[in-house]
């Protein structure tokens, strides 16, 4: 069986691969010994073989996940992939291979790749192997969440915490935060933990999401446009600390940083602070704070920092490297 899940909603496609690999453990003996993950933008041929035919003599069945393979340096292995799943007939073989990257995506009807922080139609090679992939039975695009669906999804994460939250604070939520699921997640259930089983409200956003995170937040990226390298690496600390989870963190400085790359491209003369903001969609508080940082950066600083901070994010998911000690690094080379 062959599974291609594939989107820029790697939060919603990260979920389901953990069911599937819930279900497998479940469901499959021995199976410790046969189930693998492959980083796909390193690997190659033999080694992805290797990993299909591996396990022990017991294992009846196996699982291999493989990340990022559009990711690769190596041209040669998109049709040598491809051939190899054709000629075993991996498609209709009981051992399950999940082929997983976020880095594609659809746009106005066209298959695109993320590279570092530009995006590109497919090559020859890659849109072969990506047809074939996509026209699996079981092919997925994750597509991010907007509008109803995301206030929906806020409300169904609060109720899976023992909460609720009603529409106007569902929708100031959305607005602060943005539609990064991954820390759209944390906030919601930090909120509902608090709240449960009372409802939460907009005073609630207020009080603990602009209110509290964003400010550090904004205190970080102020220390970085300063190049004060100490001050940044000690509010860095401080959220540690606080028991705020690295990833968590790592996504929210992502996302202050696209904010002020926005409002750097952005024509903002005779507009005031509302007026972009409606434009951007972003909320108010959040573009009048990265007016004023976004002063202090060259825009390709900002592109260059994007990028550094989309690889360690890609690093940490798959497992490369310490996320804390890359961040650490990119703060101390300002």
């Known amino acids: 069986m062959i599974i291609f899940f594939y989107g820029q909603n790697d939060f919603r496609a990260k979920q389901k691969i953990t069911e599937l690999k819930d279900k497998f453990y479940r469901e499959v003996k021995n199976s410790d010994h046969s189930l693998n993950v492959i980083d796909g ?14 396990g022990s003599l017991f294992t009846v069945k196996r699982m291999t996940i493989v990340e990022n393979l559009f990711n690769t340096h190596k041209p040669t292995l998109y049709p040598e992939i491809l051939n190899y799943l054709q000629e ?4 209709e073989s009981p051992d399950i291979i999940l082929f997983y990257d976020p880095s594609l995506y659809s746009e106005k009807g066209k298959t695109m790749k993320q590279v570092g922080d530009t995006p590109r139609p497919l090559n020859v090679s890659e849109k072969i192997l990506f047809e074939f992939l996509s026209h699996q039975k079981f092919s997925q695009e994750y597509q991010p969440l907007t509008g109803t669906e995301l206030i929906n999804w806020l409300k169904t994460e609060a109720k899976k915490n023992g909460s609720s939250i009603d529409s106007a604070a569902s929708q100031n939520l959305a607005a602060l935060v943005g539609d990064d699921l991954w820390a759209l997640y944390q906030e919601i259930t930090k909120l509902a933990q608090y709240k449960k089983p009372t409802e939460i409200k907009s005073a609630d956003i207020k009080q603990f999401v602009s209110g509290n995170f964003d400010e550090n937040i904004f205190a970080l990226t102020d220390a970085i446009s300063q190049k004060n390298k100490n001050v940044a ?10 028991g705020l989870p690295l990833e968590y963190i790592l996504v929210m400085i992502r996302r202050q940083i696209k904010i002020l790359l926005q409002l750097k491209q952005t024509d903002l003369a005779g507009h005031s602070a509302s007026d972009i903001a409606v434009s951007l969609k972003l909320h108010p508080f959040v573009v009048k704070k ?10 390709t600083d900002l592109q260059k920092m ?6 360690i994010d890609r690093a940490n998911k798959i497992g490369i490297g310490d996320p804390q000690t890359l961040i650490d690094l990119l703060i101390s080379e300002l």
């Not at 933008?41 to 591996?54: E, I, M, V």
């Not at 509010?235 to 600390?241: D, F, V």
């Open 88 to 91: 075993n007939r991996l498609a």
């Open 306 to 311: 994007l990028t550094k901070l989309m690889d």
């Open 233 to 242: 690496l000690r509010i860095l600390e401080e959220q540690l600390r606080s």
């Open 290 to 299: 990265g007016l004023e940082q976004a002063r202090r950066f060259l825009e």
């Open 41 to 54: 933008a390193s690997c190659d041929l033999n080694s992805l073989a290797n990993s299909l035919s591996s």
